[in-house]
């Protein structure tokens, strides 16, 4: 079958790879649409590449139940990636992304895959790929996770730092729900993505004006939440000096260090700080719900390719010129 290799130095090349071989708990999944994340960029630069490719958001239907009864060929699913041991204390509490055994699936730009069963996400008859691979993805299950964590509310005031495809995830989301949205980012394309996809104010990120631009747009006070969702350390500095007093802070941007001023930035505001990784299984019902209510996370997807054009993917990812990429497969 069919299957992506990160070769090194922003290289793709579609290679054929044997079919895979489901264990005891998993069944396999014939991959309809998966979608690229920015958490593969860095293997994607790196000159070591990859024996495979890092792909790990997909949705697309079993094609073997392998002996588990409660799925049949043709059923839809997604994915939740980590997959725990399912026995210690934290996989029996819902919190898989923290079990010591966990192993996050992988290889998901390809024909096929294989995935425990427990891990499947049924994705509802009337929800399209787009959609589906989308709540069942980074996309809007970490935007979701996220502002969950962070508990924003209708009536907040939320910056969003990095106007990528999880940073759009949640002007989305937020948006749909009432909060006014400010997006924030250095890229115009991706205020104006934002703005398409309903938020309330955009602002420039990484400029002196930066800050007061957002406590003008509060009235002088700063947003009640900002969130970090770039991975840039100045992004982290400039979310915390922006925030009100009192205020919240969620990061979910990967990175190894960052910088802020605690006595100015939160002893003397008295900030909540939150991080945030990934979704819960027990989070996908609410996000379906909101999508059967009226949510459209669909335009967050601005491009949609065949796996053999998977490098075109990668260098607008790369050129920040996009929202979501998918390849698709339907
Ligand atoms: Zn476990």
Redesign the pocket.
Known sequence: MKSLRFVGNSKIEVIDVPEPKPTQDQVVINIKVSALCGSEMGAFYSPNGLPGNPGHEFAGEVVDPNGHPEFQVGDRVGAHVIV?????V??EAGN?IF????LPSGAAHAERIALSARYCLRIPDGMDWDTGVLVAGDAMGVAYHLTQRVGVQAHDTVAVFGCGPVGLGVVALWSFLGARVIGVDMSPYRLALAEKLGAWKTVEAGKKTTIDRLRKLTGGAGPDTCLECTGKPAAVAAAFEAARKGGKVGIVGEQDQASFNPSRDLIHKELNVYGAWYFRLSEFAGMVELCNRGLKPRKVVTHRFPLEEAQKGYDLMAQQKCGKVLFVQY
């Open positions: 725990g041991c399912g026995r210690c934290q996989c898989e079990c010591p055994d966990f």
